[in-house]
């Protein structure tokens, strides 16, 4: 492959033609599409439609943790993570240590601040959620992640997963692998949600 073609950036009309060895974020990064969508190794893939449930308890985590949240962590929804140059994952929710950077200078958060990924299952995401996803953030090292599934009377319940540091994969929390009705963990800071109160009006 060309030097030149190396260092295109990709385009509305070129995105679905990646490199042999696949796009980078910095060929990507500014591209416009008409649908949300990550890199996965190298390739541009569209993110599944989310539903009204998803999209409620995704923004009611997310205040809840920031309510919750103390220095030096940062909580964001919906923000790129960078594994490496051809994977940026889009989580959920995502807490980072942000100790000493500039917040609005970020383009991606980098993997090694990362601390806690949260995914909301919804019925285009069940695979990516419960497999792909966890397997790509434990070998990254993330500590925690946490699954959360639609309950009886659609209330969420939240799987709650530590880092096996020596496997590299995740296994459930020891103290309380599984919330309902009320989520309480003192990891990745102390924390306490009313599960129920997420979906009601």
């Known amino acids: 492959m060309s ?36 890199l996965v190794d190298g390739v541009i893939v569209a993110r599944g439609q989310t539903v009204p449930w998803h999209n409620r308890v995704r923004d009611r985590l997310l205040r809840s943790l920031e309510d919750a949240q103390c220095e ?10 960078r594994l490496n140059e051809r994977n940026t994952p889009k989580p959920d929710v995502v807490v980072f240590d942000a100790h000493g ?18 995914e909301v299952v919804s019925a285009g995401s ?36 530590w880092l096996h540091r020596e496997m590299g994969t995740y296994i459930p ?8 009705e009320k989520l309480e963990t003192p990891h990745p800071f102390p924390n306490s949600i009313d599960l129920a109160g997420l979906v009601r009006r």
């Not at 295109?8 to 910095?26: L, R, Y």
């Not at 970020?106 to 806690?116: D, F, K, R, S, T």
């Open 3 to 38: 030097t030149g073609r190396r260092l295109e950036k990709a385009t509305p009309e070129t995105w679905m033609f990646p490199p042999a060895d696949g796009w980078t974020h910095e060929q990507v990064k500014e591209l416009d599409l008409p649908f949300d969508w990550e």
């Open 72 to 81: 030096p962590y940062e909580v964001l929804a919906e923000q790129s993570v």
């Open 101 to 118: 950077q500039d917040l609005w200078e970020l383009e991606c958060v980098p993997i090694q601040w990362v601390v806690l990924v949260v």
């Open 126 to 161: 069940q695979q990516d959620d419960r497999v792909r996803k966890p397997a790509l953030f434990a070998a990254a090292g993330v500590p925690y992640f946490w699954r959360v599934e639609q309950g009886a009377d659609r209330v969420p319940v939240v799987h709650e997963f």
């Open 173 to 180: 929390a020891p103290e309380h692998p599984v919330h309902r």
